[in-house]
Nanobody, 124 residues
Framework: EVQLVESGGGLVQAGGSLTLSCAAS????????ISWFRQAPGKKREGISC????????HYIESVRGRFTISRDNAKNTVYLQMNSLKPEDTAVYSC?????????????????WGQGTQVTVSS
């Protein structure tokens, strides 16, 4: 069974850090691009970062560039999102998603498998 399981969310004060993990199983992980999306209450889901299958390319939206770092360990079938200098506006449910090709896309419809999400809450 193809699965993605996120972990690492929680409550943190503004300026703090969290590292999210996305553990994959049931598919050839190292052939797939992985993205992190987030959805805040009352807002549309947005793709915030993506990493290609080999980690050769990474992408970030402007609001997180320089604060968040995406990485992957294909030997562990895991993608990470290191989040530093967190702001209250980063509060959202964060989900990882897998795309069945090696390169990234910012469109959620291009992803075939999603995790259940993990809550990140940043207090001011």
């Amino acid at each position: 069974e193809v699965q993605l399981v996120e972990s690492g969310g929680g409550l943190v004060q503004a300026g703090g850090s969290l590292t999210l993990s996305c553990a994959a199983s049931g598919f050839t992980f190292d052939g797939y691009a992985i993205s992190w999306f987030r959805q805040a209450p009352g807002k549309k889901r947005e793709g915030i970062s993506c990493i290609s299958s080999s980690a050769f390319r990474t992408h970030y939206i402007e609001s997180v560039r320089g604060r968040f770092t995406i990485s992957r360990d294909n030997a562990k079938n895991t993608v990470y999102l290191q989040m530093n200098s967190l702001k209250p506006e980063d509060t959202a449910v964060y989900s990882c998603a897998a795309r069945s090709v090696y390169y990234c896309s910012g469109y959620s419809s291009d992803y075939f498998r999603w995790g259940q999400g993990t809550q990140v809450t940043v207090s001011s």
